[in-house]
């Protein structure tokens, strides 16, 4: 690991520490090779404490068990019938699965409780079809949940739920998991399928807006597998709920887990409440972080390299966009107020954040504080992007005689040749 890297990790902490997140693992996820590692993963939030419920799936086994006994179930997964046979199987390949994490939990130093918290009633009849012992969660019992987080106890749900009769229902591990976090106000809920869930003719873009989530689950559904999109339903009611963050993750990567909750990129799918983003002024203490975003767009000489006495004497000019607290994108905007006029500058989106929109987000943002402080005339200065300031921002080529005489000054003393661009602000 590199300095860096933990340096990364440690911002995170604070923002973490006695949050709970909801992890909900597919039958699949936990018998995988791969299963040991995210086991470590959990390990390792639990140091920093964060308090972990870990809900799980168990289609895989359900299958499994019920093809060792000859049965044919009516489903494994928990949506569609549930008769009987399938019920008892269902108990028995969860139940054993259950048993078979909390061991590998100890197995690693942590401890775990199973605990029957979902309180569930019949689906009943959809259709006209009597759906029988499949349950929905009519709802969670937070105190109990409460009282195993607060003792360091990781609780372990099973997709499983009871009535007040005695009776048991199988319930879906990925709406379960929606109920369980909702309920308990977790900070986040990670969703991990198996890797092939992932092998589909349409990539899953990085990030997602709630009603980003829930047009692609309406109206592109067939580009995904029924799994992938059961999670990202999940996750898009979740937020609506008041989960902040729900992520789908591919459970077969090594420290998955930890990649996408400790990292800027991270590696899944995050579905994300509205108040994701935000663009401020930046502060001195944000100067070191501008010049690390914008460190190899200066090698590359698609930006003039700029010092940090250079940016604290012109601090009031430069805006972050931020993602979770996190700079993933910079501008600047220069006024010339005797010239009637202003600069774009330093536009710049990091290598991770490309092509999802957050260029033209800050350039429109500029365009509008222009017009707020009486600008006219907006110009920017580029050597290689030129092209997407046409296409994208309206710009249009101009002769270097148009821009400010301070700016022409330094302009000529640069020798970098850059294209000059105008575009006129209307009001």
Not at 69 to 95: F, H, K
Not at 379 to 407: C, D, H, I, V, W
């Amino acid at each position: 690991m590199k300095v860096s890297d933990l340096r990364e990790i440690l911002q995170y902490v604070p923002l973490f520490r006695e949050r709970i997140f909801v992890v909900a693992i597919d039958g699949e996820v936990a018998a995988s090779e791969n299963f040991p590692n995210l086991l470590l993963d959990l390990a390792v939030l639990r140091s920093l404490s964060i308090k972990v419920v870990l809900v799980h799936g168990a289609s895989h086994q359900i299958q499994n068990l019920a093809k060792q006994r000859g049965l044919a179930i009516t489903n494994s997964d928990g949506i569609g019938i549930t008769d009987e046979p399938t019920l008892q199987v269902s108990i028995d390949a969860a139940i054993r699965l259950t048993n078979e994490i909390m061991e590998g939990l100890s197995s690693v130093d942590l401890r775990a409780a199973y605990i029957n918290a979902i309180i569930a009633h019949p689906t009943g009849i959809l259709a006209g079809v009597d759906q029988q012992f499949t349950g929905r969660v009519e709802r969670v019992d937070v105190k109990a949940l409460k009282l195993l987080l607060d003792e360091g106890i990781i609780p372990v749900v099973p997709p499983l739920g009871f009535d007040g009769e005695g009776r048991t229902y199988r319930v879906n591990s990925d709406s379960t998991a929606l109920e369980v976090a909702v309920e308990l106000n977790a900070a986040k809920i990670l969703y991990l399928a198996p890797g092939h869930a992932f092998e589909t003719p349409a990539t899953l873009p990085r990030q997602l807006a709630i009603s980003e989530a829930e047009e692609l689950v309406k109206k592109r559904k067939s580009d995904f597998t029924p799994g992938i999109i059961s999670k990202l339903e999940n996750s898009a009611g979740a937020c609506r709920q008041g989960v902040a963050r729900a992520h789908v993750l591919d459970g077969g990567i090594n420290e998955a887990l930890l990649s996408e909750i400790f990292s800027h990129e991270g590696i899944g799918t995050m579905v994300y409440s509205n108040e994701y983003q935000q663009i401020r002024r930046i502060f001195k203490k944000d100067v070191r972080a501008v010049i690390s975003l914008i460190r190899q767009s200066v090698q590359n000489e698609e930006l003039v390299r700029r010092s940090r006495t250079e940016i604290l004497e012109s601090l009031s000019d430069y805006w972050l966009l931020e993602i979770d607290r996190t700079p993933v994108a910079c501008v600047a905007l220069h006024i010339y107020p005797e010239h009637g006029s202003a600069e774009l500058a330093c536009l710049h989106v990091g290598k991770s954040h490309e092509n999802q929109g957050y260029g033209r987000k800050l350039m429109a943002f500029v365009e509008n504080l222009a017009r707020e402080k009486s600008v006219k005339t907006l110009f920017a200065l580029s050597t290689q992007a030129f092209n997407y300031l046409q296409q994208k921002g309206g710009f249009s080529a101009a002769e270097p005689s148009e821009l400010p005489p301070a700016r022409l000054k330094k302009y000529e003393a640069s020798g970098r040749n850059s294209v000059v661009l105008v575009k006129t602000l209307r009001a």
